[in-house]
T-cell receptor
Framework: AQSVTQPDIHITVSEGASLELRCNYSYGATPYLFWYVQSPGQGLQLLLK??????LVQGIKGFEAEFKRSQSSFNLRKPSVHWSDAAEYFCAVASRSWGKLQFGAGTQVVVTP | NAGVMQNPRHLVRRRGQEARLRCSPMKGHSHVYWYRQLPEEGLKFMVYLQKENIIDESGMPKERFSAEFPKEGPSILRIQQVVRGDSAAYFC?????????????FGPGTRLLVL
């Protein structure tokens, strides 16, 4: 069965420290891959996406993600977090032949001073 | 270019009433998706529509829920005879998928509370 796994439900990180959020997927073929961020009471904002090509993808707000086919992973990273990065982060995948997104359970990021 | 618009942002209904949620896609987007975010259940796909067509409704509950995307006007998600379990955030996303762009852009959501 197709699945998207975000192993970490909750991560606490100090402001200025680095952040890595994990995402693993199980799909028949390489899907389209996305990271979205959701602040409390808000909608989802696209951080970055991978369709093909360079496996290191740059996004908005200083985020990047690396696609690793051999590990079926698409981990999100930021070298130095800011207090405004506190939010919930969702990894999502979509089949290349069909449009609907399948989301991971999300990772709640808390940033401490 | 305005983003995806959803209204109302908050909706309160009593059990048994009808809820109508509206979604206006981004300009130039002809594909609309509805997702539901239930507490403790995450974001789940409900339905995928193009203008005047339902493409995939595999995530829609079998009863009381319906969706449309008419030739003119916004997409509507309709929930009849709401129950407390329908309380959730409902998100709409749009995409210009027919131009080879697969990215879905989300609206701010409608928070439905059923009393």
């Amino acid at each position: 069965a197709q699945s998207v796994t975000q192993p970490d439900i909750h991560i606490t990180v100090s402001e200025g420290a680095s952040l890595e959020l994990r995402c693993n997927y199980s799909y028949g073929a390489t899907p389209y891959l996305f990271w979205y961020v959701q602040s409390p009471g808000q909608g989802l904002q696209l951080l970055l996406k991978y369709f093909s090509g360079d496996t290191l993808v740059q996004g908005i707000k200083g985020f990047e993600a690396e696609f690793k086919r051999s590990q079926s992973s698409f981990n999100l990273r930021k070298p130095s977090v800011h207090w405004s990065d506190a939010a919930e982060y969702f990894c999502a995948v979509a089949s290349r032949s069909w449009g609907k997104l399948q989301f991971g359970a999300g990772t709640q990021v808390v940033v401490t001073p | 270019n305005a983003g995806v618009m959803q209204n109302p942002r908050h909706l309160v209904r009593r059990r048994g009433q009808e809820a109508r949620l509206r979604c206006s896609p981004m300009k130039g987007h002809s594909h609309v998706y509805w997702y539901r975010q239930l507490p403790e259940e995450g974001l789940k796909f409900m339905v995928y529509l193009q203008k005047e067509n339902i493409i995939d409704e595999s995530g829609m509950p079998k009863e009381r829920f319906s969706a449309e995307f008419p030739k003119e006007g916004p997409s509507i998600l309709r929930i009849q005879q709401v129950v407390r379990g329908d309380s959730a955030a409902y998100f709409c996303a749009s995409s210009p998928r027919d131009r080879g762009e697969e990215t879905q852009y989300f609206g701010p959501g409608t928070r439905l509370l059923v009393l």
